[in-house]
T-cell receptor, first 116, second 110 residues
């Protein structure tokens, strides 16, 4: 139980295009999901908190118009990187917490984004 | 949000017990302590969670003193596959955000 999936697991895109990453809680309902990004050899950096049915809350320094988050249901949150540039290349990880079996935050496997 | 401090790195040998201590001096009453393991290019994996005293599961033990200002993750008889980064997180469970510290890079040698 308590499985979180992400799709795609990796994506390569051209500069200027937009990329959508999906995060799903497979066996529990997640009222809240979180999005992180991680650069090589660094820790996870929280980008935003995604709440079902409401606007996401972004951390300081994260451009909300560039990183669009939608939490349309209790099992799905999406992160869209708009007009991606090479500096957006990173490892994006989502997590879900809420009314799960132990109420613990569980993480997805991550999505590797490479912008050419 | 409680700030955590862990050793940056640790080395060990196969078969040894490894103890990683995390300091969290400003832990709040409703905060839990959760440890995660992360391998390169993977999402963090839940290891163990506790509130006070001792918690044990099939992979690790978590020791929390009475003042809860620190915690120790104990990995019995590590193997090469335990080489990873270990994160200690402190905060309310479920839908509350948590901030990752630098973590501890454990390197297990043969």
């Amino acid at each position: 139980g308590a499985v979180v999936s992400q799709h795609p697991s990796w994506v390569i895109c051209k500069s200027g295009t937009s990329v959508k990453i999906e995060c799903r809680s497979l066996d529990f309902q997640a009222t809240t999901m979180f999005w992180y990004r991680q650069f090589p050899k660094q820790s996870l950096m929280l980008m935003a908190t995604s709440n079902e049915g409401s606007k996401a809350t972004y951390e300081q320094g994260v451009e909300k118009d560039k990183f669009l988050i939608n939490h349309a249901s209790l099992t799905l949150s999406t992160l869209t990187v708009t007009s991606a540039h090479p500096e957006d290349s990173s490892f994006y990880i989502c997590s879900a917490g809420g009314t799960g079996p132990t109420n613990t935050q569980y993480f997805g496997p991550g999505t590797r984004l490479t912008v050419l | 949000l409680a700030k955590t401090t862990q050793p940056i790195s640790m080395d060990s040998y196969e078969g040894q017990e490894v103890n990683i201590t995390c300091s969290h001096n400003n832990i709040a009453t409703n905060d839990y302590i959760t440890w995660y393991q992360q391998f390169p290019s993977q999402g963090p994996r839940f290891i163990i969670q506790g509130y006070k005293t001792k918690v044990t599961n099939e992979v690790a033990s978590l020791f929390i003193p009475a003042d809860r200002k620190s915690s120790t993750l104990s990995l019995p008889r590590v193997s090469l596959s335990d080489t990873a980064v270990y994160y200690c997180l402190v905060g309310p469970t479920g839908g509350f955000k948590t901030i990752f510290g630098a973590g501890t890079r454990l390197f297990v040698k043969a």
